[in-house]
C-alpha cells in the first residue's frame, strides 16, 4: 500500500521527515581518451569520453545522486592534456559548489593520470542536460554528450509515446583541426575558425569528403516521439526542422512549456528543446535538416551547411535517403515556416519572478589590440573588463577568506532578485548567454519588445543582441557562478564574469573533500605542456 502524507497519522510522519531517503547512487565511469575518430569521413585525434563522440548517454532518474568517475587517460600533446567537466543545466546547491567543474571557479582542471568523482544530487531536477570539457576548447576536440533525467512521473507523459536513447538529436559543430592550433590561429586574427561540418548525432559531411551515412531516428507510423534537441555547438547555431513535419516544443533547458508547435527552431549554442513529433506522414524518409549558422562559409571551403542533416526514417520504407532534395528547411515567406519565438513560450508551471532588488547592466564589446602582430589579438568585455581566469579558483579564495577579488569578479548578497540587463548591443552578434549552476527567468528576448514579468519561461541559455535582453534571477543556492558566452571561443577571448552570490553563505557552507584539495596541487605542480 501505497501511504500518502495525508494519510500517514502526524507522529508518524514526523519519524518520515526526519529521515531523508538514502542517495540512490548512479555511477558512471567516463575515460577521457585520445581517440582517433572520423565523425565526418575525416579521421582526427579527439578528445573524447570513452572514445566516443556524442560521449556516452548519462541517463539518470530524477531524485538519483550521480557520481561521474572522470579518468584522465589524455596523451596527445596537440590538445589540452588536462580537463575538467561541466554539466550543463544542472542545479549545485551551495555546499555542493565544490563539484560545479569550472575551472579556477569552482575547481582545478584534473591533470593526466588522475582521475576525481563528480558528485551530483540531481534532486527535483528532470529534462534534457549536458556535459563537456569546460577547460579551453577542448569540448570541441570532442569531449561533450548528452546527459537526461527520466521523470517516471512526467507530468507530460500523455503528450508522447516513445522517449529512450533512440530519440535524443545530439547536434554540433566538428573541426578537422585540434583546438590548441585552431586558437592560435584566432587569437592572431580574431576571425573564429569555421567548423569543417555540422554533425547529427555524430554524424556529417564535408566538401570533397566521403558520403559518410547520416545518422537515422527511426519511427512507427501513428506515434509520438519526444525529441530531445540539444544544441552542444562551440560556435554556431543551427537551424532545425523536419521535412513535411511539425515540432511542438514542450521543454527548453529542463523547464517544462505548454506544447507549441512550429516548424522550425534556431538553437543557440548550449540550448536544449524538448519536441514531439508525430509520425503522421506517409510511410517514407525525410530529411531532418540541421543546418549550422554563425560564420562566413568562405573561411572554410569544407563547410557545406547544406551536408549538416539526419534522416527520419518510417518503419516500413526502404532504407535509404530520402529521395527529396537537401534544403535548408522552410525559409522566410514560405508558409510552411513557422519560427519557434523564444518569448511566445510558456512554463507549465508558471513561477511569476518577484521584482528585482538589484540591477545589474552589462554591456559587450570588442577591443581590437593594435599592439599585437597582426593588429587584431582583440579581447571580448563585458563592461569594458575581460575576463581572464586567476591561478586560485574563485571557490578556493573564498573559502580560504581571501577577500581579494578581480574585476571581472560581482560579488552579490544571498537571498536578493537579481536583475542583469543587457542594453541592445551595436554587434551584428548574438551571444548565448549561460549561467552555472542555476536558472532564469528571461524577463525580455533578445527578438521581441514584451517585457514579461508574469509567466516568463526559465531557461539557462538565452542569447543576447542588438535587441536587448533582460534576465533576472535569485542568489537563493550561493557561491561562486561562471556566467559566460556559450560561443566559447568568445568566452575564452573574455566574454564571461564569475557572479559570486552570497560569499559569507559559501564560506560557511562548502566542506570540500580531500580528493578536490588535492586537484589544485597536483594541477599546479605539472609542467605548463601537461595542464
Ligand atoms: C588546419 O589543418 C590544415 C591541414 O592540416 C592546415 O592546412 C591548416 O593550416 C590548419 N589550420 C589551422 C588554423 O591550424
Ligand atoms: C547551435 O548554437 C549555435 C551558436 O549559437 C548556432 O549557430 C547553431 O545554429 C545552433 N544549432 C542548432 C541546431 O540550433
Ligand atoms: C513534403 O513536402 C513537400 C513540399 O511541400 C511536398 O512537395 C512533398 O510532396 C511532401 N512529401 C510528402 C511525402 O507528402
Ligand atoms: C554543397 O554541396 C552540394 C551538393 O554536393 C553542392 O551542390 C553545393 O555547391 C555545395 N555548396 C557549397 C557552398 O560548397
Ligand atoms: C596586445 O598584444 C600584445 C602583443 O601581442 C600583448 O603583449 C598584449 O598583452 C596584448 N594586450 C591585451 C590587452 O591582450
Ligand atoms: C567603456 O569604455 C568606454 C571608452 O573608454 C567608455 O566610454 C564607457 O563608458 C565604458 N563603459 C563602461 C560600462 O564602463
Ligand atoms: C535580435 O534582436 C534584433 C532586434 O529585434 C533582431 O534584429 C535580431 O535579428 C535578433 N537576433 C537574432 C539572432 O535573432
Ligand atoms: C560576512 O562576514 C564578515 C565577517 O564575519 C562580516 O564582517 C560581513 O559583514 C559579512 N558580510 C555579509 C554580506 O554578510
Known amino acids: 500500500m501505497k501511504l500518502s502524507t495525508a494519510t500517514v497519522p502526524a507522529f508518524l510522519s514526523l519519524l518520515v521527515a526526519a529521515a531523508p531517503p538514502a542517495p540512490k547512487f548512479n555511477d558512471v565511469t567516463l575515460d577521457i581518451v585520445n581517440a582517433p575518430l572520423a565523425p565526418d569521413g575525416f579521421t582526427r585525434s579527439t578528445v573524447s569520453a570513452n572514445g566516443q563522440f556524442p560521449g556516452p548517454l548519462i541517463r539518470a532518474t530524477k531524485g538519483d545522486t550521480l557520481r561521474v568517475k572522470t579518468n584522465n587517460k589524455l596523451t596527445d600533446p596537440t590538445m589540452r592534456r588536462s580537463t575538467t567537466l561541466d554539466f550543463d543545466g544542472i542545479f549545485f546547491d551551495t555546499p555542493n559548489a565544490f563539484n560545479e567543474g569550472t575551472p579556477f571557479v569552482t575547481t582545478c582542471p584534473i591533470g593526466p593520470g588522475a582521475s576525481y568523482t563528480y558528485v551530483l544530487p540531481l534532486g527535483q531536477q528532470t529534462g534534457t542536460y549536458w556535459y563537456h570539457s569546460q577547460l579551453s576548447m577542448q569540448y570541441a576536440d570532442g569531449l561533450r554528450g548528452p546527459l537526461i533525467i527520466y521523470d517516471p512521473e512526467d507530468p507530460q507523459a500523455h503528450l508522447y509515446d516513445v522517449d529512450d536513447e533512440s530519440t535524443i538529436w545530439f547536434i554540433s559543430d566538428w573541426w578537422h583541426n585540434a583546438t590548441l592550433s585552431l586558437l592560435e590561429s584566432y587569437n592572431f586574427n580574431q576571425i573564429i575558425p569555421v567548423s569543417d561540418s555540422g554533425l547529427f548525432n555524430g554524424r556529417g559531411r564535408y566538401n570533397g569528403g566521403p558520403e559518410t551515412e547520416y545518422a537515422v531516428s527511426t519511427v512507427t507510423t501513428g506515434k509520438r516521439y519526444r525529441f530531445r534537441i540539444i544544441n552542444a555547438s562551440a560556435r554556431s547555431d543551427f537551424t532545425i526542422s523536419v521535412d513535411n513535419h511539425t515540432l511542438s516544443v514542450i521543454g527548453v533547458d529542463g523547464v517544462p512549456v505548454n506544447p507549441h ?178 536558472n532564469f527567468w528571461v524577463i525580455k528576448s533578445n527578438g521581441s519588445d514584451t517585457i514579461n514579468e508574469v509567466n516568463p519561461i526559465r531557461r539557462d541559455v538565452s542569447g543576447a543582441g542588438a535587441g536587448g535582453t533582460i534576465l533576472r534571477f535569485t542568489t537563493d543556492r550561493p557561491g561562486p557562478w561562471f556566467f559566460h558566452c556559450h560561443i566559447f571561443w568568445h568566452m575564452n577571448a573574455g566574454l564571461a564574469a564569475v557572479l559570486a552570490t552570497g560569499v559569507n553563505e559559501t564560506r560557511h557552507a562548502v566542506h570540500p573533500t580531500g580528493a578536490w584539495d588535492d586537484l589544485c596541487d597536483a594541477y599546479n605542480a605539472l609542467p605548463a605542456e601537461l595542464q
Not at 276 to 294: E, K, M, S
Open 261 to 438: 508547435t512550429v516548424s522550425v527552431i534556431d538553437a543557440l549554442a548550449g540550448q536544449r528543446y524538448d519536441v514531439v513529433l508525430t509520425a503522421d506522414q506517409p510511410i517514407g524518409n525525410y530529411w531532418i535538416n540541421t543546418v549550422l549558422g554563425g560564420g562566413a562559409p568562405r573561411h572554410n571551403l569544407n563547410l557545406n551547411v547544406t551536408f549538416g542533416r539526419g534522416v527520419l526514417h518510417y518503419d516500413g520504407a526502404p532504407d535509404a535517403e530520402p529521395t527529396g532534395p537537401m534544403t535548408l528547411g522552410p525559409q522566410p515567406g514560405d508558409p510552411a515556416r513557422i519560427l519557434l519565438n523564444e518569448w511566445e513560450l510558456t512554463p507549465l508551471f508558471p513561477v511569476a519572478p518577484p521584482p528585482a532588488d538589484i540591477e545589474l547592466t552589462f554591456l559587450t564589446s570588442m577591443t581590437p589590440n593594435a599592439s599585437s602582430p597582426s593588429g587584431f589579438d582583440s579581447k571580448w568585455n563585458i563592461n569594458n573588463i575581460s575576463y581572464v581566469s586567476p591561478l586560485v579558483p574563485t571557490l578556493v579564495k573564498i573559502l580560504d577568506g581571501d577577500d581579494s577579488k578581480t574585476e571581472d569578479t560581482f560579488i552579490l548578497p544571498a537571498n536578493k532578485v537579481i536583475q542583469v540587463t543587457f542594453p541592445p548591443s551595436t554587434e551584428d552578434e548574438l551571444h548565448p548567454f549561460h549561467l552555472h549552476g542555476n
